[in-house]
């Protein structure tokens, strides 16, 4: 029962590149989030996903950009990264109707 | 728009009681809360519905006001392992974790 694991937890990066961080779920839940976690602001949603091919803005998308190919898989991918874009970033899944949102072990990046 | 939770911080010793509130300017129709330890995933504790009945969970309860727009999260005889963020996520009527808006969390520190 592999759940949902986020790939790299680590990464160091360097301001204007482009990163990739993965998430991967077992489950076959239809939803996906991605969030940021920042000192003073809590949980962010950055995007969300209801189901393969659909995706949609939340609160804070600029400077980020998702796909969803695959019902498991929502790469979250940073394409020029900034130093505000240092984060620790939380991949989530949900099923329809559920009420519990299951968080990943989260990524922490940072840019220099 | 951010539910605000107060206090920010709290430090107590194992055994006493503590009251985590979350306070929205929406019309709140589902509470989510939600705990993390440190360095770990958020955790889904419980939620509170709309018009439902005060929630329970061992020793750590919570309720909903719909006049003051307000879910309060009730810790009681803490315990260490109590410590760790707490953060309510309000959400849609049907209580779906399709979409949730976290507030910004309460640090909680429990002492021998």
């Known amino acids: 029962d592999a759940g949902i694991t986020q790939s790299p937890r680590y990464k160091i990066t360097e301001t204007g590149r482009q990163v990739t961080l993965m998430c991967h779920q077992t489950w076959s839940h239809s939803y996906m989030f991605w969030y940021r976690q920042d000192l003073g602001h809590g949980l962010r949603l950055i995007y969300y996903?209801?189901?393969?091919?659909?995706?949609d803005k939340g609160e804070v998308p600029d400077g980020y950009v998702v796909s969803r190919s695959k019902t498991e898989n929502f790469p979250l991918t940073l394409e020029s990264a900034t130093r505000s874009q240092t984060s620790v970033y939380f991949c989530?899944?949900?099923?329809?109707?559920?009420?519990?949102?299951?968080f990943g072990a989260g990524t922490r990046l940072s840019v220099l | 728009q951010q539910p605000v939770q107060s206090p920010q911080a709290v430090i107590l010793r194992e055994g006493e009681d503590a009251v985590i509130n979350c306070s929205s300017s929406?019309?709140?129709?589902?509470v989510h809360w939600y705990r993390q330890k440190h360095g770990e995933a958020p955790v889904f504790l419980m939620i509170?519905?709309?018009?439902?009945e005060q929630k329970g969970h061992d020793k750590i309860s919570a309720s909903f006001n719909e006049k003051k727009q307000q879910s309060s999260l009730y810790l009681t005889a803490s315990q260490l392992s109590y410590s760790g963020t707490y953060f309510c996520?309000?959400?849609?009527?049907?209580?779906?974790?399709?979409?949730?808006?976290f507030g910004s969390g309460t640090q909680l520190t429990v002492l021998p």
């Open positions: 996520g309000t959400g849609p009527f049907s209580g779906s974790a399709r979409q949730l808006t």
């Open positions: 996903s209801a189901a393969a091919d659909i995706t």
């Open positions: 989530a899944s949900s099923l329809p109707g559920q009420n519990i949102q299951y």
């Open positions: 929406k019309a709140l129709y589902s």
């Open positions: 509170l519905l709309k018009g439902g």
